[in-house]
Protein backbone atom coordinates (compact mmCIF):
# COMPACT_ATOMS: atom_id res chain seq x y z
CA UNK A 1 0.00 0.00 0.00
CA UNK A 2 1.49 3.19 -0.81
CA UNK A 3 2.06 5.39 2.36
CA UNK A 4 -0.02 8.62 0.39
CA UNK A 5 -2.95 6.78 0.64
CA UNK A 6 -2.92 6.86 4.18
CA UNK A 7 -2.18 10.86 3.98
CA UNK A 8 -5.02 12.50 5.15
CA UNK A 9 -5.68 16.00 6.20
CA UNK A 10 -3.89 14.86 9.68
CA UNK A 11 -0.86 13.66 8.32
CA UNK A 12 0.24 9.74 8.87
CA UNK A 13 -2.35 7.14 9.65
CA UNK A 14 -1.40 5.96 13.33
CA UNK A 15 -1.19 2.21 11.94
CA UNK A 16 0.90 2.94 9.33
CA UNK A 17 3.19 5.28 11.77
CA UNK A 18 3.74 2.23 14.18
CA UNK A 19 4.62 0.10 11.00
CA UNK A 20 7.52 2.37 10.16
CA UNK A 21 8.68 3.52 13.48
CA UNK A 22 9.00 0.19 14.46
CA UNK A 23 10.43 -0.59 11.03
CA UNK A 24 13.19 1.78 12.08
CA UNK A 25 13.57 2.08 15.69
CA UNK A 26 12.44 -1.36 17.45
CA UNK A 27 15.61 -2.72 17.73
CA UNK A 28 17.96 0.14 19.08
CA UNK A 29 14.40 1.13 21.55
CA UNK A 30 14.42 -2.34 23.00
CA UNK A 31 18.33 -2.06 23.33
CA UNK A 32 17.92 0.91 24.83
CA UNK A 33 15.62 -0.52 26.98
CA UNK A 34 17.66 -3.51 27.64
CA UNK A 35 20.79 -0.73 29.28
CA UNK A 36 17.64 0.13 31.52
CA UNK A 37 15.99 -2.74 33.33
CA UNK A 38 19.34 -5.23 32.27
CA UNK A 39 16.24 -8.08 31.40
CA UNK A 40 16.08 -8.63 27.51
CA UNK A 41 12.26 -9.76 28.18
CA UNK A 42 10.95 -7.11 30.58
CA UNK A 43 12.87 -4.21 27.81
CA UNK A 44 11.09 -6.02 24.93
CA UNK A 45 7.59 -5.84 27.22
CA UNK A 46 8.58 -1.91 27.69
CA UNK A 47 9.10 -0.92 24.25
CA UNK A 48 5.59 -2.82 23.00
CA UNK A 49 4.05 -0.97 25.71
CA UNK A 50 5.59 2.09 24.56
CA UNK A 51 4.57 1.67 20.85
CA UNK A 52 0.73 0.89 21.89
CA UNK A 53 0.68 3.93 24.00
CA UNK A 54 2.03 5.92 21.23
CA UNK A 55 -0.24 4.20 18.76
CA UNK A 56 -2.81 5.66 20.90
CA UNK A 57 -1.79 8.89 21.14
CA UNK A 58 -1.22 9.37 17.82
CA UNK A 59 -4.01 11.91 17.43
CA UNK A 60 -2.44 13.99 19.29
CA UNK A 61 1.30 13.27 18.04
CA UNK A 62 0.67 13.37 13.68
CA UNK A 63 3.99 13.72 13.30
CA UNK A 64 6.73 10.67 13.20
CA UNK A 65 9.29 13.16 14.80
CA UNK A 66 7.09 13.70 17.69
CA UNK A 67 6.18 10.35 17.97
CA UNK A 68 9.54 9.09 18.16
CA UNK A 69 10.70 11.83 20.93
CA UNK A 70 7.58 10.43 22.55
CA UNK A 71 8.70 6.49 22.08
CA UNK A 72 12.06 7.50 23.49
CA UNK A 73 10.49 9.10 26.37
CA UNK A 74 8.07 6.10 27.05
CA UNK A 75 10.65 3.65 27.10
CA UNK A 76 13.17 5.65 29.41
CA UNK A 77 9.92 6.47 32.26
CA UNK A 78 8.57 2.60 31.66
CA UNK A 79 11.93 1.06 31.98
CA UNK A 80 12.20 2.98 35.14
CA UNK A 81 9.07 1.91 36.61
CA UNK A 82 9.35 -1.43 35.40
CA UNK A 83 12.69 -1.90 36.86
CA UNK A 84 11.06 -0.35 40.52
CA UNK A 85 8.33 -2.81 39.85
CA UNK A 86 10.86 -5.71 39.30
CA UNK A 87 13.20 -4.83 42.31
CA UNK A 88 10.09 -5.05 44.42
CA UNK A 89 8.96 -8.53 42.79
CA UNK A 90 12.60 -9.85 43.11
CA UNK A 91 12.70 -8.52 47.24
CA UNK A 92 9.67 -10.98 47.42
CA UNK A 93 10.99 -13.79 45.52
CA UNK A 94 14.44 -13.48 47.58
CA UNK A 95 12.40 -13.72 51.04
CA UNK A 96 9.77 -15.87 50.05
CA UNK A 97 11.91 -18.91 48.63
CA UNK A 98 15.16 -19.46 50.63
CA UNK A 99 18.48 -20.94 48.76
CA UNK A 100 16.89 -22.76 45.99
CA UNK A 101 17.08 -19.73 43.44
CA UNK A 102 19.61 -20.58 40.72
CA UNK A 103 20.92 -18.17 37.97
CA UNK A 104 22.27 -18.99 34.73
CA UNK A 105 25.76 -17.76 34.76
CA UNK A 106 26.79 -15.67 31.73
CA UNK A 107 28.73 -17.12 28.87
CA UNK A 108 31.87 -16.47 29.20
CA UNK A 109 31.78 -14.23 25.97
CA UNK A 110 29.02 -12.01 27.22
CA UNK A 111 30.51 -11.84 30.79
CA UNK A 112 32.01 -8.43 30.25
CA UNK A 113 28.33 -7.83 28.68
CA UNK A 114 26.70 -8.78 31.28
CA UNK A 115 29.11 -7.17 34.04
CA UNK A 116 27.98 -4.14 31.99
CA UNK A 117 24.57 -4.42 32.32
CA UNK A 118 24.83 -5.14 35.96
CA UNK A 119 26.95 -2.50 37.13
CA UNK A 120 24.22 0.06 35.05
CA UNK A 121 21.48 -1.71 37.26
CA UNK A 122 23.49 -0.65 40.60
CA UNK A 123 23.01 3.25 39.59
CA UNK A 124 20.94 5.60 40.52
CA UNK A 125 17.87 5.66 38.38
CA UNK A 126 19.37 9.26 37.00
CA UNK A 127 23.17 7.88 36.69
CA UNK A 128 21.77 5.14 34.87
CA UNK A 129 19.71 7.29 32.72
CA UNK A 130 22.02 10.33 31.87
CA UNK A 131 24.51 7.56 31.11
CA UNK A 132 22.63 5.48 28.74
CA UNK A 133 21.09 8.61 26.70
CA UNK A 134 24.32 10.33 26.83
CA UNK A 135 26.29 7.54 25.36
CA UNK A 136 24.50 4.98 24.14
CA UNK A 137 21.80 7.86 22.24
CA UNK A 138 24.29 10.49 22.14
CA UNK A 139 22.32 12.71 23.31
CA UNK A 140 23.18 16.33 24.08
CA UNK A 141 23.18 17.36 27.63
CA UNK A 142 20.66 19.75 26.43
CA UNK A 143 18.67 16.92 24.67
CA UNK A 144 18.96 14.94 28.37
CA UNK A 145 17.97 17.79 30.14
CA UNK A 146 14.84 18.19 28.68
CA UNK A 147 13.83 14.62 28.32
CA UNK A 148 14.38 13.76 32.09
CA UNK A 149 13.22 17.13 33.45
CA UNK A 150 16.72 17.98 35.11
CA UNK A 151 18.67 20.93 34.73
CA UNK A 152 21.64 20.47 32.70
CA UNK A 153 23.96 21.27 35.58
CA UNK A 154 22.09 18.30 37.14
CA UNK A 155 22.58 16.23 33.94
CA UNK A 156 26.39 17.17 34.23
CA UNK A 157 26.60 15.72 38.01
CA UNK A 158 24.86 12.67 37.65
CA UNK A 159 27.14 11.84 34.69
CA UNK A 160 30.29 12.95 36.24
CA UNK A 161 29.33 10.62 39.19
CA UNK A 162 27.79 7.95 37.51
CA UNK A 163 30.82 7.37 35.19
CA UNK A 164 33.17 7.18 38.18
CA UNK A 165 30.76 4.86 40.07
CA UNK A 166 30.46 2.84 36.68
CA UNK A 167 34.44 2.77 36.61
CA UNK A 168 34.57 1.74 40.08
CA UNK A 169 31.74 -1.18 39.67
CA UNK A 170 33.39 -2.51 36.47
CA UNK A 171 36.80 -2.72 37.77
CA UNK A 172 39.03 -5.44 35.78
CA UNK A 173 36.39 -5.20 33.09
CA UNK A 174 37.25 -1.45 32.84
CA UNK A 175 40.53 -1.17 32.70
CA UNK A 176 41.08 -4.42 30.31
CA UNK A 177 40.06 -3.03 26.59
CA UNK A 178 40.50 -6.11 24.40
CA UNK B 1 36.98 7.78 29.92
CA UNK B 2 33.66 9.08 28.23
CA UNK B 3 34.64 6.78 24.91
CA UNK B 4 35.57 4.06 27.26
CA UNK B 5 31.77 3.99 28.58
CA UNK B 6 30.76 4.43 25.25
CA UNK B 7 32.40 1.58 24.01
CA UNK B 8 31.18 -0.42 26.56
CA UNK B 9 27.20 0.38 26.44
CA UNK B 10 27.44 -0.53 22.65
CA UNK B 11 29.20 -3.76 23.61
CA UNK B 12 25.95 -4.47 26.34
CA UNK B 13 23.30 -3.47 23.98
CA UNK B 14 24.33 -4.42 20.66
CA UNK B 15 24.47 -7.95 21.28
CA UNK B 16 21.02 -7.97 21.60
CA UNK B 17 18.67 -9.40 18.90
CA UNK B 18 15.39 -8.47 19.92
CA UNK B 19 12.46 -10.95 19.02
CA UNK B 20 9.68 -9.65 16.94
CA UNK B 21 7.07 -7.81 18.86
CA UNK B 22 5.23 -6.21 15.59
CA UNK B 23 2.03 -8.82 15.49
CA UNK B 24 1.57 -8.39 19.35
CA UNK B 25 1.82 -4.62 18.74
CA UNK B 26 -0.31 -4.85 16.01
CA UNK B 27 -2.86 -7.01 18.02
CA UNK B 28 -3.18 -4.45 20.35
CA UNK B 29 -3.97 -1.46 18.36
CA UNK B 30 -6.54 -3.59 15.98
CA UNK B 31 -9.38 -2.26 17.71
CA UNK B 32 -8.84 1.39 17.11
CA UNK B 33 -8.85 0.73 14.22
CA UNK B 34 -12.47 0.81 13.45
CA UNK B 35 -13.26 3.92 15.99
CA UNK B 36 -10.38 5.54 14.68
CA UNK B 37 -10.13 8.88 15.06
CA UNK B 38 -13.27 9.76 14.39
CA UNK B 39 -13.88 9.66 18.53
CA UNK B 40 -12.47 13.10 18.73
CA UNK B 41 -14.31 14.19 15.89
CA UNK B 42 -17.31 12.38 16.89
CA UNK B 43 -17.87 15.13 20.47
CA UNK B 44 -19.84 13.61 23.27
CA UNK B 45 -21.89 10.93 21.83
CA UNK B 46 -22.15 8.13 23.64
CA UNK B 47 -20.23 4.85 22.19
CA UNK B 48 -21.78 2.58 25.25
CA UNK B 49 -24.95 2.87 27.55
CA UNK B 50 -23.25 4.23 30.66
CA UNK B 51 -25.00 5.81 33.72
CA UNK B 52 -25.34 8.59 35.22
CA UNK B 53 -24.52 12.23 34.22
CA UNK B 54 -23.58 14.89 36.85
CA UNK B 55 -22.95 18.15 35.53
CA UNK B 56 -21.78 20.51 37.88
CA UNK B 57 -21.84 24.16 36.60
CA UNK B 58 -20.67 26.86 38.88
CA UNK B 59 -22.99 29.45 40.68
CA UNK B 60 -25.42 26.62 40.84
CA UNK B 61 -24.45 26.51 44.55
CA UNK B 62 -24.68 22.73 44.58
CA UNK B 63 -22.19 20.07 44.47
CA UNK B 64 -24.13 16.72 44.35
CA UNK B 65 -21.77 14.18 44.88
CA UNK B 66 -23.06 11.17 44.07
CA UNK B 67 -20.44 8.53 44.63
CA UNK B 68 -17.65 9.62 46.28
CA UNK B 69 -15.18 7.44 48.09
CA UNK B 70 -14.69 7.48 51.92
CA UNK B 71 -12.04 10.62 52.54
CA UNK B 72 -10.83 8.36 55.69
CA UNK B 73 -9.81 5.74 53.13
CA UNK B 74 -9.12 7.08 49.95
CA UNK B 75 -6.07 8.32 48.90
CA UNK B 76 -7.99 11.26 46.27
CA UNK B 77 -8.15 14.56 47.54
CA UNK B 78 -11.07 15.48 44.98
CA UNK B 79 -11.34 18.93 46.14
CA UNK B 80 -13.15 20.48 42.96
CA UNK B 81 -16.10 18.79 43.00
CA UNK B 82 -16.71 18.28 47.14
CA UNK B 83 -16.42 22.09 48.08
CA UNK B 84 -17.62 25.10 46.97
CA UNK B 85 -15.51 26.75 45.10
CA UNK B 86 -14.57 30.20 45.48
CA UNK B 87 -15.74 32.42 42.42
CA UNK B 88 -12.25 34.19 41.59
CA UNK B 89 -9.66 31.54 42.09
CA UNK B 90 -8.23 28.51 40.28
CA UNK B 91 -7.19 26.66 43.11
CA UNK B 92 -9.27 24.52 44.84
CA UNK B 93 -10.19 24.47 48.43
CA UNK B 94 -7.92 21.90 50.30
CA UNK B 95 -9.37 19.01 51.57
CA UNK B 96 -8.64 19.80 54.90
CA UNK B 97 -8.52 16.76 58.00
CA UNK B 98 -5.88 15.60 61.18
CA UNK B 99 -3.01 14.85 59.04
CA UNK B 100 -3.20 17.78 56.60
CA UNK B 101 -4.34 19.00 53.56
CA UNK B 102 -4.46 18.28 49.36
CA UNK B 103 -2.43 20.72 47.24
CA UNK B 104 -2.38 21.21 44.07
CA UNK B 105 1.24 20.88 42.26
CA UNK B 106 1.90 22.25 38.77
CA UNK B 107 3.52 20.26 36.19
CA UNK B 108 3.96 21.28 31.93
CA UNK B 109 2.40 19.33 29.80
CA UNK B 110 1.98 19.57 25.93
CA UNK B 111 -1.14 21.23 24.48
CA UNK B 112 -2.27 22.03 20.97
CA UNK B 113 -1.55 25.56 21.96
CA UNK B 114 2.10 24.69 23.40
CA UNK B 115 3.52 23.93 26.64
CA UNK B 116 0.67 24.78 29.63
CA UNK B 117 0.35 23.52 33.41
CA UNK B 118 -1.31 21.00 34.36
CA UNK B 119 -1.74 19.86 38.74
CA UNK B 120 -1.66 16.78 40.45
CA UNK B 121 -2.57 16.84 44.05
CA UNK B 122 -0.26 16.12 46.85
CA UNK B 123 -0.82 15.84 50.78
CA UNK B 124 0.48 18.54 53.03
CA UNK B 125 1.61 18.40 56.41
CA UNK B 126 1.27 21.13 59.01
CA UNK B 127 3.29 22.71 59.90
CA UNK B 128 6.11 23.63 57.07
CA UNK B 129 3.38 24.10 54.37
CA UNK B 130 5.92 24.92 51.78
CA UNK B 131 7.72 21.52 52.03
CA UNK B 132 5.73 19.14 50.51
CA UNK B 133 4.78 21.69 47.77
CA UNK B 134 8.57 21.99 47.23
CA UNK B 135 9.80 18.41 47.17
CA UNK B 136 6.56 17.82 44.96
CA UNK B 137 7.78 20.52 42.63
CA UNK B 138 11.26 19.30 42.94
CA UNK B 139 10.09 15.45 42.04
CA UNK B 140 8.98 13.93 38.64
CA UNK B 141 5.43 14.20 38.42
CA UNK B 142 3.18 10.82 38.79
CA UNK B 143 1.66 11.22 35.27
CA UNK B 144 4.20 10.64 32.95
CA UNK B 145 2.77 12.49 30.26
CA UNK B 146 4.17 16.25 32.59
CA UNK B 147 7.54 17.59 33.88
CA UNK B 148 9.20 19.77 36.11
CA UNK B 149 11.70 21.88 35.46
CA UNK B 150 12.68 22.44 39.42
CA UNK B 151 14.87 19.52 40.23
CA UNK B 152 16.99 20.67 43.69
CA UNK B 153 16.18 23.89 42.60
CA UNK B 154 14.58 25.46 45.94
CA UNK B 155 16.16 26.41 49.02
CA UNK B 156 13.83 27.97 50.76
CA UNK B 157 10.48 29.76 51.05
CA UNK B 158 8.86 32.15 53.16
CA UNK B 159 5.48 33.76 52.63
CA UNK B 160 4.64 36.98 54.79
CA UNK B 161 1.25 38.96 55.37
CA UNK B 162 -2.28 37.62 54.75
CA UNK B 163 -3.67 36.92 51.58
CA UNK B 164 -2.56 38.38 48.02
CA UNK B 165 -1.46 41.55 50.05
CA UNK B 166 1.30 39.09 51.56
CA UNK B 167 4.38 37.86 49.46
CA UNK B 168 5.99 34.66 48.92
CA UNK B 169 9.87 34.52 48.60
CA UNK B 170 11.15 31.69 46.79
CA UNK B 171 15.01 31.28 47.27
CA UNK B 172 16.32 29.23 44.31
CA UNK B 173 19.92 27.32 45.60
CA UNK B 174 21.96 28.85 43.21
CA UNK B 175 22.72 30.68 40.18
CA UNK B 176 21.95 27.16 37.86
CA UNK B 177 18.70 28.48 37.53
CA UNK B 178 19.24 32.12 36.18
CA UNK B 179 19.62 31.67 32.28
CA UNK B 180 17.57 30.03 30.04
CA UNK B 181 19.21 26.56 29.04
CA UNK B 182 20.56 25.91 25.69
CA UNK B 183 16.87 23.79 23.89
CA UNK B 184 14.35 25.84 26.40
CA UNK B 185 11.97 28.11 24.49
CA UNK B 186 10.96 31.33 25.79
CA UNK B 187 7.36 30.68 25.92
CA UNK B 188 8.56 27.10 28.04
CA UNK B 189 10.74 29.01 30.19
CA UNK B 190 7.98 31.37 30.85
CA UNK B 191 5.47 28.50 31.71
CA UNK B 192 8.28 27.08 34.17
CA UNK B 193 8.32 29.90 36.09
CA UNK B 194 4.84 30.09 36.12
CA UNK B 195 5.01 26.84 37.70
CA UNK B 196 6.62 27.94 40.80
CA UNK B 197 4.26 30.69 41.11
CA UNK B 198 0.83 28.44 40.52
CA UNK B 199 2.17 25.98 43.10
CA UNK B 200 2.80 28.08 45.73
CA UNK B 201 0.00 30.26 45.62
CA UNK B 202 -1.98 26.69 45.82
CA UNK B 203 0.18 26.52 49.07
CA UNK B 204 -1.10 29.37 50.58
CA UNK B 205 -4.32 30.29 48.79
CA UNK B 206 -3.99 33.22 48.02
CA UNK B 207 -3.71 35.45 44.74
CA UNK B 208 -0.07 36.99 46.28
CA UNK B 209 3.09 37.51 43.93
CA UNK B 210 6.35 35.71 43.81
CA UNK B 211 9.74 37.20 44.40
CA UNK B 212 12.77 35.12 43.09
CA UNK B 213 15.95 35.39 45.31
CA UNK B 214 19.02 34.01 45.20
CA UNK B 215 21.40 34.16 48.28
CA UNK B 216 21.88 38.05 47.61
CA UNK B 217 18.59 39.52 47.08
CA UNK B 218 16.07 39.52 44.20
CA UNK B 219 17.22 37.91 41.39
CA UNK B 220 17.23 39.88 38.31
CA UNK B 221 16.11 36.68 35.87
CA UNK B 222 15.16 33.18 36.53
CA UNK B 223 15.26 30.69 33.04
CA UNK B 224 15.63 33.97 31.22
CA UNK B 225 12.64 35.56 32.36
CA UNK B 226 12.94 38.95 34.36
CA UNK B 227 12.45 38.76 37.94
CA UNK B 228 13.92 41.97 39.47
CA UNK B 229 10.09 42.55 40.54
CA UNK B 230 7.51 40.57 42.54
CA UNK B 231 5.25 38.31 39.78
CA UNK B 232 1.85 38.04 39.52
CA UNK B 233 0.27 34.39 38.41
CA UNK B 234 0.06 34.04 34.49
CA UNK B 235 -4.10 34.66 33.02
CA UNK B 236 -6.05 31.25 33.73
CA UNK B 237 -6.05 30.86 29.78
CA UNK B 238 -2.59 31.44 29.09
CA UNK B 239 -1.30 29.47 31.93
CA UNK B 240 -2.92 26.31 32.62
CA UNK B 241 -4.48 23.43 30.17
CA UNK B 242 -8.13 23.99 29.25
CA UNK B 243 -8.54 20.73 31.18
CA UNK B 244 -7.18 19.42 34.30
CA UNK B 245 -8.21 15.79 35.93
CA UNK B 246 -8.55 15.74 39.54
CA UNK B 247 -9.85 12.24 40.02
CA UNK B 248 -9.07 9.69 39.65
CA UNK B 249 -5.02 9.85 40.59
CA UNK B 250 -2.48 8.60 38.20
CA UNK B 251 -2.23 4.19 38.52
CA UNK B 252 -5.45 4.67 41.15
CA UNK B 253 -7.04 1.19 41.60
CA UNK B 254 -10.89 1.20 41.12
CA UNK B 255 -13.03 -1.46 42.35
CA UNK B 256 -15.81 -1.84 39.19
CA UNK B 257 -18.67 -2.24 41.90
CA UNK B 258 -18.80 1.19 42.75
CA UNK B 259 -19.91 4.09 40.87
CA UNK B 260 -16.83 5.73 39.31
CA UNK B 261 -16.54 9.59 39.09
CA UNK B 262 -14.16 11.46 37.29
CA UNK B 263 -13.63 15.26 38.60
CA UNK B 264 -11.59 18.22 37.23
CA UNK B 265 -11.73 21.40 35.49
CA UNK B 266 -12.27 23.05 32.98
CA UNK B 267 -13.06 25.29 30.44
CA UNK B 268 -14.23 24.57 26.99
CA UNK B 269 -16.48 25.78 23.94
CA UNK B 270 -20.04 25.71 24.98
CA UNK B 271 -18.62 24.06 28.74
CA UNK B 272 -18.35 20.81 26.94
CA UNK B 273 -15.70 18.63 28.55
CA UNK B 274 -16.03 14.92 27.33
CA UNK B 275 -14.45 12.11 29.15
CA UNK B 276 -14.01 8.49 27.91
CA UNK B 277 -12.26 5.40 29.53
CA UNK B 278 -10.13 3.29 26.94
CA UNK B 279 -8.97 0.03 27.62
CA UNK B 280 -5.11 -0.29 27.85
CA UNK B 281 -3.01 -3.55 27.74
CA UNK B 282 -3.94 -6.09 24.87
CA UNK B 283 -6.61 -4.36 23.23
CA UNK B 284 -7.73 -1.08 23.44
CA UNK B 285 -11.34 0.06 23.40
CA UNK B 286 -13.36 2.70 24.17
CA UNK B 287 -15.28 1.37 27.16
CA UNK B 288 -17.46 4.48 28.13
CA UNK B 289 -17.47 8.08 27.38
CA UNK B 290 -20.14 10.75 29.07
CA UNK B 291 -20.03 14.68 28.11
CA UNK B 292 -19.95 16.80 31.14
CA UNK B 293 -20.83 20.44 31.66
CA UNK B 294 -18.18 22.92 32.88
CA UNK B 295 -17.81 26.49 31.59
CA UNK B 296 -16.48 28.82 29.27
CA UNK B 297 -16.02 32.86 28.47
CA UNK B 298 -14.36 33.67 31.61
CA UNK B 299 -10.25 33.59 32.86
CA UNK B 300 -10.82 30.25 34.82
CA UNK B 301 -11.64 26.56 35.17
CA UNK B 302 -14.66 25.62 36.19
CA UNK B 303 -15.48 21.85 37.66
CA UNK B 304 -17.18 19.27 36.25
CA UNK B 305 -18.02 15.48 37.48
CA UNK B 306 -18.91 12.62 35.71
CA UNK B 307 -19.62 9.11 36.67
CA UNK B 308 -19.46 5.91 34.99
CA UNK B 309 -21.29 2.49 35.66
CA UNK B 310 -18.36 -0.04 35.37
CA UNK B 311 -20.18 -3.12 36.47
CA UNK B 312 -19.76 -4.21 33.31
CA UNK B 313 -16.38 -3.43 32.52
CA UNK B 314 -14.11 -6.44 33.39
CA UNK B 315 -10.75 -5.99 34.95
CA UNK B 316 -7.61 -4.58 33.72
CA UNK B 317 -5.72 -1.42 32.51
CA UNK B 318 -7.59 1.72 31.53
CA UNK B 319 -6.90 5.34 30.22
CA UNK B 320 -9.56 7.88 31.21
CA UNK B 321 -9.38 10.44 28.78
CA UNK B 322 -11.22 13.87 29.15
CA UNK B 323 -10.69 16.77 26.69
CA UNK B 324 -11.99 20.05 25.49
CA UNK B 325 -14.70 20.40 22.35
CA UNK B 326 -13.30 22.74 19.62
CA UNK B 327 -16.01 24.28 17.73
CA UNK B 328 -13.42 25.10 14.42
CA UNK B 329 -13.05 21.04 13.55
CA UNK B 330 -9.29 21.58 13.56
CA UNK B 331 -9.09 19.05 16.30
CA UNK B 332 -7.17 21.18 18.90
CA UNK B 333 -8.27 19.89 21.64
CA UNK B 334 -6.74 20.14 25.16
CA UNK B 335 -6.64 16.61 27.05
CA UNK B 336 -5.51 15.26 29.83
CA UNK B 337 -5.49 11.49 31.04
CA UNK B 338 -4.79 8.85 33.64
CA UNK B 339 -4.47 5.41 33.91
CA UNK B 340 -6.04 3.28 36.25
CA UNK B 341 -6.59 -0.72 37.16
CA UNK B 342 -9.92 -1.65 36.94
CA UNK B 343 -10.92 -4.67 39.66
CA UNK B 344 -13.18 -6.85 40.62
Known sequence: ?178 | MSERITDLLHEAADGVEPGDRLDAIRAATARTRRTGPGWWAAGGVGLVAASVVVALVLGTGGSPRVAGPDPADSPSPSPTATDPVPAPTVHPVPSESADGAATAVYYVGETPDGPRLFREFRWIQAPDRFSAAIDALESDPTDPDYRTYWHRAVDDVSFDGVGADGLIQVRLVDGSFRSRPAGMDEVTAWIAVQQVIYTLQAVVQARAPVQFLSAGGPVDQVLGVATSEPLAAGEVLETLAHVSISDPLEGQVVDNDEPFTVRGVGNSFEGNIVTRIERLSGVVEVVAEEPAIAGTYEDRLFPFEVTFDLTTVPPGDYLVISRTDDPTGAERFHVDDRRITIVD
Open chain 1, 1 to 178: VPVTEHLGPTGLDADVAVEQLYAAHWRRLVRLSVLLVHDQAVAEDVVQDAFVAMHGKWSRLRDPDKALAYLRQAVVNRSRSALRHRVVVERHARSATVGDATVAGPSVGGARRDAVRSALLRLSDRQREVLVLRHYLDWSEAQIADALGISPGAVKTHAQRGSAALRELLGEWWEDES
